[in-house]
């Protein structure tokens, strides 16, 4: 099993003062976890190399939820840096840090590079995954109750070898997704057989190894269960048939209800679940990306589709 991609490390400051001078905001989109959590990723990169630091606001966050005051960012991850979560320190008092495609999307981002910048389509593999390692080791750090709930699973369930299966449901368009997808075959709009014999080659260097299935998506859950049977495992995650349940009022999970903030505690805890994993069988998409670089030793086969 590979080492503990936890840091309980105090987050670095880049200046020994808090000074708002040195001071940015960055205010982060309403998109999913990974998208964000891999700007950030990029941001604290280029926060290094200027010299500056940087508080977030998520207020905008799909994972806001009534029952839980305070900022989304604030339910799950400790201030990247230290010095900068002063309550005089006014958020409305900071220069806002430029957001989204422009630093999301570029040729140079260390965990989510693109072919062209501001073009998002196609997302590529991870380029420096052991330098997007060490900002995430340094600066994004999980809050306790999150951690104490990923690490109780994994000595639970982790008996041996695990093989770490992410497969997004038929909802996943994203990152260049429907243009792979039509190159593949479709079942129910997901492409089974080119992950499913990324994972049978997998297990035949691993024959005892267990499959954890990570997916937003029930009916990917069952399909993988009656391919592999007892040796799935599967953390018990908030899913709809058919995923996305982080878009707002998507027409495909009409009528049904989710708790935004389990949706962002779930795809957290199995984003690092699968960095805990002996292999890596993924596609195309934010987590798998973070994943890599949470365990830039990982061994992984990627399946594009």
Request: charged share 20%; proline share 8%; net charge negative.
């Amino acid at each position: 099993m590979p080492p503990s991609v936890f840091s309980s490390a105090q987050a670095p400051s880049i200046h020994p003062s808090s000074d708002s001078v040195n001071a940015r905001l960055l205010r982060l989109r309403p998109s999913g976890m990974f998208s964000n959590v891999n700007e950030v990723v990029e941001q604290v990169r280029l926060a290094r190399q200027g010299g500056y630091q940087f508080i977030i606001d998520w207020s905008r966050s799909c994972y806001n939820d009534p029952d839980h005051p305070g900022d989304p960012w604030d339910y799950y991850f400790e201030p990247c840096f230290s010095g900068l979560d002063d309550a005089t320190l006014r958020r409305a008092d900071l220069p806002e840090l430029p957001t989204g495609e422009v630093v999301a999307c570029t040729r140079a981002n260390i965990i989510t590079p693109r072919l062209r910048d501001a073009d998002c389509d196609p997302l590529l593999l991870p380029r420096d995954r052991h330098g997007a390692h060490d900002l995430i080791t340094r600066h994004l750090r999980l809050k306790p109750d999150v951690r104490r709930v990923t690490e109780a699973f994994m000595h639970e369930q982790f008996t041996g070898p695990v093989i770490g299966l992410h497969l997004r449901g038929p909802g996943r368009m994203d990152g260049g997704a429907a243009a792979l997808r039509r190159a593949q075959v479709l079942d129910g709009g997901v492409p089974y057989g080119v992950y499913f014999d990324a994972v049978d080659r997998a297990l035949k260097n691993r024959p005892e190894a267990q499959v954890l299935i990570c997916s937003d998506s029930s009916q990917v859950i069952d399909r993988v269960r009656d391919s592999y049977g007892d040796r799935v495992i599967t953390y018990t995650a908030t899913r709809s048939a058919f995923g996305e349940m982080h878009v707002a009022n998507h027409p495909a999970n009409a009528g049904q209800s989710f708790s935004p903030y389990v949706l962002g505690l779930d795809v957290l805890v199995e984003a690092y679940l699968l960095a805990r994993c002996d292999f890596f069988v993924h596609g195309n998409s934010n987590v798998a990306n973070f994943v890599l670089c949470a365990a830039p030793d990982l061994p992984h086969e990627y399946v594009p589709a």
